[in-house]
């Protein structure tokens, strides 16, 4: 099956830098790369997914790059700010359009990231 | 609320005993997963239902259980075969376009 890893696991930035998270998944049938925020003790949301016939998406400071040949992508925000301290998880998986299973994404371990003041 | 709820928010339970975690959605979506998080451990899949009176078990299904006899609801029921159930407990509904919407959660400790 499907293995997802994410570094770091804790990512301490000063506001108004730049923060990057990384992700490599195994199964090179993987074509949907979605991103979760989660503060603490709330929900993960969505904040934005790529799919494999793109190479980049951006919306407004964050975006994520997907490199297929290599298997990762990278979610990246720019002028961080104090609520973008949070838990990221990235995940993988394979669109049932395209075979994939029900069950759905695998997800990485996750990120704490840290905005120092 | 997001169209996803789940109580109750806080659960305690004392050892050998059954205890059942809610969830109910008005997204009218098909695809519905709980999962269980730890810390530093990620999302990990506990049961997931395709359609109305079918599931299947995810990577951690031991000591779980489920049910789906209405579109919007999916219980899970942590047995007392779960020898360490403390954790944080997420229900998710799966749009078409694959886009997972998370309740708030329950946390549920042991005695």
């Known amino acids: 099956g499907e293995n997802v890893e994410q570094h770091p696991s804790t990512l301490s930035v000063q506001e108004g830098d730049s923060a990057v998270i990384k992700c490599t998944y195994s199964?090179?049938?993987?074509?949907?790369f979605p991103w979760y925020k989660q503060e603490l003790g709330k929900r993960p949301q969505l904040i934005i997914d790529i799919r494999s016939n793109v190479g980049e998406k951006k919306d407004q400071r964050i975006a994520v790059t997907l490199n297929k040949t290599a298997k990762h992508f990278s979610l990246h925000i720019t002028e961080t700010q104090p609520e973008d301290s949070a838990v990221y998880f990235c995940?993988?998986?394979?669109?049932?359009?395209?075979?994939?299973?029900?069950?759905?994404?695998?997800f990485g371990k996750g990120t704490h990231l840290i905005i120092q003041p | 609320d997001g169209g996803i709820t789940q109580s109750p928010k806080y659960l305690f339970r004392k050892e050998g005993q059954n205890v059942t975690l809610s969830c109910e959605q008005n997204l009218n979506h098909d695809a519905m997963y709980w999962y269980r998080q730890d810390p530093g451990q990620g999302l990990r899949l506990i049961y997931y239902s395709q359609i109305v009176n079918d599931f299947q078990k995810g990577d951690i299904a031991e000591g779980y259980s489920v049910s789906r006899e209405k579109k919007e609801s999916f219980p899970l029921t942590v047995t007392s075969a779960q020898k360490n159930p403390t954790a944080f407990y997420l229900c998710?509904?799966?749009?078409?376009?694959?886009?997972?919407?998370f309740g708030s959660g329950t946390q549920l400790s042991v005695l």
């Open positions: 199964d090179s049938a993987s074509n949907y």
């Open positions: 995940a993988a998986s394979i669109s049932p359009d395209s075979g994939g299973g029900a069950d759905g994404l695998t």
């Open positions: 998710a509904s799966r749009t078409r376009e694959e886009k997972l919407f």
